[in-house]
């Protein structure tokens, strides 16, 4: 039971350069999350998806895009990556109801330079 | 607005009790949860409950929630050196999909 895995795990890019982080999960979970975490601000969440199909915007999506064409799999990306997107990023997935809380990916770090 | 709030840092001997603090401001939340974040890892869900609860027990974890304060502790008994990581508080509503506000987590140090 592999739960929410991130590829990759760490990444170098150069300003400009554009990529996309991969988020998989196998409990069938409706909704899914891509969080960024940063020293001293918490999780801020980047956009959401509450089924196949359908994706909505939280509240830092400036800069990223995100697709989720199958409902195991939430994709985030960088189309012109800045410095200001170096992060840690948070994939998550939960079931309609929130009474489980979140399962969290174990990350992957962002280096723009 | 929503806010979650926590202390930065806790310090405490192995052994002994950790209690770890959290404020919100919501008064219309419905959860409130527990995350523990060890070093290079994603946040782990350690216990929930509901704002119809007082308290909660799970083995060495205590919960206790005040909503006329709204304030949500988490005390760990017999803290072991494993216990060190982030822990962060949560909260959010019922219905649909409802955001989920985080704490900036408090960073728990186990002394040997």
């Known amino acids: 039971n592999a739960g929410v895995t991130q590829t990759p795990k760490f990444r170098v890019l150069k300003t400009g350069q554009s990529m996309t982080l991969l988020c998989a999960q196998d409990?069938?979970?409706?909704?899914m999350y891509w969080y960024r975490q940063d020293p001293g601000m918490g999780l801020r969440l980047i956009h959401y998806?509450?089924?196949?199909?359908?994706?909505a915007k939280g509240e830092v999506p400036d800069g990223y895009n995100v697709s989720r064409l199958k409902k195991q799999n939430f994709l985030l990306g960088l189309e012109s990556a800045a410095p200001s997107q170096t992060s840690v990023y948070f994939c998550?997935?939960?079931?309609?109801?929130?009474?489980?809380?979140?399962?969290f990916g174990s990350g992957t770090r962002l280096t723009v330079v | 607005g929503e806010d979650v709030e926590q202390s930065l840092f806790l310090s405490v001997r192995e052994g002994d009790s950790s209690v770890i603090n959290c404020t919100y401001t919501?008064?219309?939340?419905?959860?409130l949860y527990w995350y523990k974040q060890e070093p290079g890892a994603g946040l782990q869900l350690l216990t929930y409950?509901?704002?119809?609860?007082d308290m909660k027990q799970d083995q060495r974890l205590t919960v206790l929630l005040n909503k006329k304060d709204k304030h949500l502790s988490l005390r760990i008994a017999d803290t072991q050196t494993g216990d060190s990581a982030i822990y962060f508080c949560?909260?959010?509503?019922?219905?649909?999909?409802?955001?989920?506000?985080f704490g900036t987590g408090t960073k728990l140090q186990v002394i040997p």
């Open positions: 949560a909260e959010t509503k019922s219905g649909g999909y409802q955001k989920v506000t």
């Open positions: 919501d008064s219309s939340s419905t959860y």
């Open positions: 998806s509450v089924g196949e199909g359908t994706t």
């Open positions: 998550a997935s939960s079931l309609r109801g929130l009474y489980y809380g979140y399962t």
């Open positions: 409990m069938n979970h409706e909704y």
């Open positions: 409950i509901f704002s119809n609860m």
